[in-house]
């Protein structure tokens, strides 16, 4: 028998229900994106269900965007100068700011993920009957506050590795964020994708279709509860889709998405397959 909730937990899970109650609406709509490069590196799959989730339509990227014209660089790119030469000699190349994810709070150390994998219940996946609304309705993210601002702009806001520029109360129109996923530095928010560690479609055939709708809301727009949410480029986000740690993890992060991972199926009583409970005890072996 599994131990009982600690009472922060269910404090947590509480102010999480509670938040899920108010109902959701798109954020207002800001310029039309670029159009997008002809020779697109990043092509992203037509049927990532969760592509309607990231703002108003005028407000999103198109599926095969690349980021051509875009405002972002990739983490450790070419080096650049820092100044003029002085005295004949030119300045050394001024050397990338190394990434440093923001990654989301919560997340279990090495011990307490080891001991939690090792009570999650091992269950056979079964999707069947899985649509994104059963998640909240049609509108993916709830509103918070007194001035409504969505889940995505605040974790917008909150994974940002520098001040965020907002437009207004909520919206979010600039920033840095650098991905766990590939190494990007994103600082345009368009580029950027509120993503859930366990995406739904796990969740669902994990345990959540017994679920209620609203804790089923509430898991789909958890800020603080579990470490469910991070912010990540587009591309990487479409490439990972609803994969297990069994089929993607991210190159350079398998460790602290593990734990993560793990953190999150450990909150809400959510089961793992056989394969991916042998996957995440690898990765924390070599943790």
């Known amino acids: 028998m599994r131990p009982s909730p600690r009472p922060y937990r269910i404090l947590a899970l509480a102010s999480a229900l509670l ?15 670029p159009k997008p490069h002809a020779d697109a590196r990043h092509r992203a799959p037509h049927n990532f269900d969760e592509l309607d989730c990231e703002g108003p339509e005028e407000d999103r990227l ?3 965007d690349s980021g051509q014209g875009g405002v972002h660089t990739p983490a450790g790119g070419t080096p650049t100068v820092s100044g003029a030469p002085r005295h004949g000699r030119a300045l050394a190349p001024a050397l990338p700011a190394a990434p440093t994810v923001k990654w989301p709070k919560n997340i279990p150390d090495l011990d307490d993920a080891r001991r939690m994998l090792r009570e999650l219940p091992v269950r056979t996946f079964d999707s069947t009957g899985f649509q994104r609304e059963q998640f909240g309705g049609k509108n993916c993210w709830v509103l918070h506050g007194a001035d409504k601002c969505s889940t995505r702009e605040l974790a917008l806001k909150a994974l940002s590795e520098i001040p965020a520029t907002l437009r207004g109360s909520c919206k979010v129109i600039g920033g840095r964020w650098d991905s766990a996923y590939d190494g990007m530095t994103v600082t345009n928010p368009l580029r950027v994708d509120i993503d859930h560690i366990v995406p739904l479609k796990v969740a669902w055939g994990s345990g959540a279709r017994n679920w209620p ?3 089923r809301r509430a898991f789909a727009n958890d800020l603080s509860g579990s470490p469910q949410l991070i912010a990540v480029s587009t591309w990487s986000n479409r490439e990972k889709g609803d994969k297990g740690p ?3 993890l991210p190159k350079g992060h398998e460790c602290l998405y593990s734990r993560a991972w793990i953190g999150v199926k450990d909150y809400y009583d959510l089961s793992v397959t056989r394969a991916e409970k042998q996957k995440l005890q690898q990765v924390l072996h070599h943790c």
């Open 19 to 33: 938040a899920a109650a108010l109902p959701g609406a798109a954020a207002t709509a800001s310029p039309a994106p």
């Open 62 to 64: 198109p599926p095969n």
């Open 213 to 215: 709708e609203h804790k």
């Open 246 to 248: 069994d089929k993607w």
